[in-house]
């Protein structure tokens, strides 16, 4: 499942010389955030422009609640409500 549908992607500001991202992740211990962030960076950074900063933040506010999984991603896992 992609973070995009785990309701993971807070915000995305793209302009010609940035793109800024906001991710959460589903615990404040999940011991894969580091990983996440890290290739949420490298698979913009590889396709954007040369010289363009590409910033990953991880925040925790508002934090994050199975409501804001994709239909797709609440019924793979089983979770309709």
Not at 29 to 43: K, L, N, Q, S, T
Not at 46 to 62: F, H, N, R
């Amino acid at each position: 499942m992609n973070i995009v549908d785990l309701g993971l992607v807070y915000a995305v500001d793209a302009s010609a010389d940035a793109v800024l991202i906001d991710l959460t992740m589903t615990s404040v211990a999940c011991p894969m955030a580091e990983m996440i962030v890290d290739r949420a960076h490298d698979a913009v950074a590889a396709i954007v422009p040369v010289g363009t900063t590409v910033e990953v933040s991880l925040v925790w506010d508002p934090p994050w609640t199975p409501d804001k999984m994709s239909g797709v991603a609440r019924e793979h896992f089983g979770w309709t409500f």
